[in-house]
């Protein structure tokens, strides 16, 4: 028995884009009474619909990840509650929906965490061969390299530039064929500029000063504790953990060198409660 549908798949993106086009028709927008910001009626439809179509398809991963797409780049207010659908009901998938999510997390200045859900989308990624992935489409490869700024950000906020540098040398090294060319130049253009901009910073003493901890440490797990420290001063709960399951690998493993293939590696924590590096 086929699964009955509120619309089809046709008339949602029909309504959606309708609505994208003029969100604002059936209701001029302002305020309401008292002064209070009324959303504008058009807002509202929007938001109804792109909650009605992703319940009503969730098992449908492009329709859904297109739909979460439209959410968060109209910038509803449920934009998160849709993502969460989405990658609840698609775990494993390759569109950069949990990009998107991870983006809405640094904006909260959720950044440990939001750098977190970036890395586990490169994780997947990579398990598969990440180069490959990105000539699968431009949307994909554009989520890979936003993904690396991401990560870039959280390391660069907490002064381990030195690793921002390596982890965008490696974004800069990433294919770009899938995207067209106007597109490939302007990522071209970003990621050299945040590589200058690295660079210069790095000239700063002060700046350095914190660097060359961080550049011991990942020589060697040499200042564990001193860097667990400056993380929880810097609300990065996730990345000062990870930090001790790196000093642990040093420890335990003698050949034990941080790697490209750390970028991807995830901090999970076993059945019996011990924290590894998959």
Excluded at 43 to 55: F, K, P, Q, V, Y
Excluded at 127 to 152: C, K, P, Q, T, Y
Excluded at 175 to 199: I, K, V, Y
Aim: hydrophobic share 45%; glycine share 8%; net charge negative.
């Amino acid at each position: 028995m086929r699964p009955l549908h509120a619309r089809t798949r046709d008339d949602y993106i029909r309504l959606i884009e309708e609505k994208m086009v003029s969100p604002a028709d059936g209701s001029a927008s302002g305020e309401g009474p008292a002064g209070v910001e009324e959303e504008p009626q058009g807002g509202l439809e929007l938001s109804r619909l792109l909650r009605s179509a992703i319940e009503d398809y969730r098992a449908d991963e492009d329709f859904c990840a297109w739909v979460a797409s439209v959410a968060y780049g109209m910038e509803i207010p449920e934009a998160p509650e849709i993502l969460n659908v989405f990658l609840k009901e698609h775990p494993l998938s390759i569109r950069p929906v949990q990009v998107d999510w991870a983006e809405l997390l640094l904006r909260e200045g959720r950044i440990d965490h939001g750098a977190n859900e970036a890395r586990a989308y490169l994780h997947r990624l990579n398990e598969f061969g990440l180069a490959e992935h990105m000539e699968l489409g431009a949307l994909i490869a554009d989520g890979v390299l936003r993904a690396f700024l991401m990560l870039s950000a959280l390391y660069t906020e907490t002064g381990a530039r030195s690793y921002s540098l390596r982890l965008l040398d490696f974004a800069f090294s990433m294919p770009r064929d899938a995207m067209d060319p106007p597109r490939a130049a302007e990522w071209q253009a970003r990621l050299e500029g945040e590589l200058g901009t690295l660079r210069r910073e790095l000239a700063d003493e002060r700046l350095r000063a914190v660097d060359r901890v961080w550049e011991e440490f990942f020589r060697g797990g040499v200042g564990t504790a001193e860097l667990v420290w400056h993380c929880g001063q810097m609300y990065c709960p996730i990345l000062a953990k990870r930090v001790e399951v790196l000093a642990e690998q040093f420890r335990d493993e003698p050949d034990f060198t941080v790697g490209d293939e750390e970028i991807f590696q995830m901090v999970y924590q076993s059945e019996a409660g011990a924290f590894l590096l998959v």
